[in-house]
């Protein structure tokens, strides 16, 4: 079984410049979260789809991050402007999301987009 | 916001030691899981626990979930370089629908 895909791994920006991230999540999974990374600390979780629907985007900066997931698989996330604090590991992950069984739920997580903003 | 605290942040012990790994939080949570994450690669998940009291034991790991379900411990008997790396626990609070990671405790095995 093919795991959760990512790209670009690694991406070197200049601040106020724009990037976006792509991943694509394994294959019937209905949930698909994407986290931030900062070295030394634990993910935080940026925003959470169920299918094409968000389920909480509450620690998305929404001025300067958008994500979308359209038709319910592959998703891209994207800084624009970019901003020195934002250099991070960028994860994304994938669950089956089955209603009900959250509290048990596995995430598999890909490898990640490491940012360095400039 | 951090929930869950992890102790301690960094350990770096000799092959054949034992070690423990604390996960602490004032919140209740339905469920804990923990993950060890590689250097460039995203975390895997190693266990879910999800009563009071729980023990699991994975090979040399052995999992513990609090009693009152706010803090779980991480012990590694006799560990070996392959050990190595960041362990995360992550919670599910009672009312919540997402999980929150902790702050990671960074481990080294030195062979």
């Known amino acids: 079984e093919a795991g959760v895909a990512q790209s670009p791994r690694y991406k070197i920006i200049e601040k106020r410049q724009s990037v976006a991230f792509w991943c694509n999540p394994i294959?019937?999974?209905?949930?698909l979260y994407w986290y931030q990374q900062i070295l030394g600390q634990g993910p935080k979780l940026l925003i959470q789809f169920q299918n094409n629907g968000v389920v909480d985007d509450s620690q998305l900066p929404k001025d300067r991050f958008s994500a979308e997931r359209l038709k319910g698989v592959d998703s891209t996330l994207k800084i624009q402007p970019a901003k020195l604090e934002d250099s991070a590991v960028y994860l994304c992950?994938?669950?089956?999301?089955?209603?009900?069984?959250?509290?048990?739920?596995?995430?598999?997580f890909g490898p990640g987009t490491r940012l360095t903003v400039l | 916001t951090q929930l869950l605290e992890q102790s301690p942040q960094f350990l770096s012990i000799q092959e054949g030691e034992n070690l423990t790994v604390y996960c602490n939080s004032s919140s209740v949570f339905s469920s804990l899981q923990w993950y060890r994450q590689e250097p460039g690669e995203g975390p895997v998940l190693l266990v879910t626990v999800v009563t009071g009291g729980e023990v699991k034991k994975l090979k040399r790991l052995t999992f513990q979930f609090g009693d009152a379900r706010k803090d779980s411990s991480l012990h590694i008997t006799a560990a070996q370089p392959g050990d190595t790396g960041l362990y995360l626990c992550?919670?599910?609070?009672?009312?919540?629908?997402?999980?929150?990671f902790g702050t990671g405790t960074s481990l080294t095995v030195i062979p």
């Open positions: 992950a994938s669950s089956l999301g089955v209603f009900g069984e959250i509290s048990t739920d596995t995430q598999y």
């Open positions: 992550a919670g599910l609070e009672n009312t919540g629908n997402q999980f929150y």
């Open positions: 294959s019937g999974h209905a949930t």
